[in-house]
């Protein structure tokens, strides 16, 4: 699904895109009612809002959201799983289904199994808990980014699920926008953000930021950001030092 720019924000209209000038783009991840009110809400979620919201008004050449979009009965909900505890852990394969459908071997799933952490049911398709928290609008973003779709697979990165089964279109999208430097910012520090910064290095194609302000975690530990530096990520405190780059 592809948004047009919102007349709210005006893009950066300085006519570069290439040729060794810098293309801006941020990435506002998961910032949906359950992770900040709601069903998962993270500690200090409501404070979050107003630095995400200045953040976006800032003259980015493009700007994308991702949204955590599970179907009733998703892999990583406790309720799926019987005699699970919440917030327990269980291990997770991959779907035969889908690792057939990507032509890789599917005697090597037994190997391929992953930790998930059991979460309370969230961001279901369709629900208020789902949708983008207030006053953030999806006509704020030239695309949305949904993951976590296919009931089988976790998808924290907003580029690909663990196994690489199901690949978004984000890396197309920033690829084709020739972007230069990539900003997180949004919910969970410690899972979706860190997965979707961690793979924005991957790819050597940008630098890839993300704004500790406009950032809260699940835990309150704070380990995601030495994991995020040692990674290659670049940590920017605040948004007024946003404001000076
Ligand atoms: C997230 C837990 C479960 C996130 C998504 O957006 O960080 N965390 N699903
Ligand atoms: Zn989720």
Redesign the pocket.
């Known amino acids: 699904m592809e948004h047009s720019p919102t007349s709210d924000y005006q893009s950066l209209n300085s006519g570069i895109t290439a040729g060794g000038n810098p293309v801006n783009a941020l990435l506002v991840?998961?910032m949906q009612v359950d992770?900040i009110t709601g069903s998962?809400a993270v500690p200090d979620g409501p404070s979050v809002v107003d630095p995400v919201k200045d953040i976006i008004g800032l003259p980015f050449h493009f700007r994308y959201a991702s949204k955590?979009w599970h179907p009733r009965g998703h892999i990583?909900f406790a309720s799926t799983h019987q005699g699970k505890e919440l917030f327990g852990k269980t291990t997770i394969y991959p779907p035969e289904d889908l690792v057939q459908a990507k032509g890789q071997d599917t005697s090597a799933i037994g190997e391929r199994g992953l930790e998930q952490?059991l979460?309370p049911d969230?961001?279901v398709q369709g629900t208020l808990g789902a949708r983008l928290i207030e006053p953030l609008r999806e006509d704020h973003f030239d695309a949305i980014i949904s993951k976590?779709v296919d009931p089988g697979v976790e998808c924290?990165s907003a580029f690909t699920d663990p196994w690489g089964l199901l690949i978004t279109n984000l890396e197309r999208l920033l690829r084709e926008r020739r972007v230069t430097d990539l900003y997180v910012v949004g919910?969970?520090g410690d899972?979706?953000?860190k997965e979707s910064a961690m793979d924005a290095t991957k790819f050597n194609a940008w630098n890839t930021w993300v704004v500790k302000e406009g950032v809260r975690s699940?835990s309150t530990e704070g380990k995601e950001w030495e994991t995020m530096k040692s990674a290659g990520v670049g940590i920017i405190n605040t948004v007024s030092q946003l404001k000076e780059k």
Do not use: E, M, P, Q
């Open positions: 991840v998961d992770f998962l955590d990583s952490v979460w969230h961001c976590g924290y919910v969970a899972y979706c953000v699940v």
